[in-house]
């Protein structure tokens, strides 16, 4: 079983940058993706961002395209996501999620992704 911890939520003003950590309990490089998703208040899973932590194929959501960077560091099995120029629509729990299931391109929808993390809150006001 494969355990997830997010860190680095907050609240920031309009603008503003956070960057959130997911620390696997395993090497990150024994699983095929690894993605981060956002849950408004009453609303489902949404994908901002997957990698493949082979090669680093990424996926973006349109919303955040240009200003948030999925990253990771197989050696610390830790994956990251930079967030810059937040806006108030960013609001909600962010997730970690992962897979050891292969696929074409890195998914991006909640089925796709077997382990999950805690979440950690994102806050943007305006």
């Known amino acids: 079983q494969v355990q997830l911890a997010e860190f680095g939520g907050g609240s920031v003003q309009a603008g503003g940058s956070l960057r959130l950590s997911c620390t696997a309990s395993t090497y990150t490089a024994r699983l095929t993706y690894m993605g981060w998703f956002r849950q408004a208040p009453g609303k489902e899973h949404v994908g901002v961002a997957s990698i493949s932590t082979s090669d680093g194929t990424t996926y973006y959501a349109d919303s955040v395209k240009g200003r948030f960077t999925i990253s990771q560091d197989n050696a610390k099995n830790t994956l990251y996501l930079q967030m810059n120029s937040l806006k108030p629509d960013d609001t909600g729990m962010y997730y970690c999620?992962?897979?050891?299931?292969?696929?074409?391109?890195?998914?991006?929808?909640?089925?796709?992704?077997?382990?999950w993390g805690q979440g950690t809150q994102v806050t943007v006001s305006s």
């Open positions: 999620a992962a897979t050891g299931r292969r696929y074409f391109a890195p998914p991006k929808t909640e089925a796709d992704f077997g382990y």
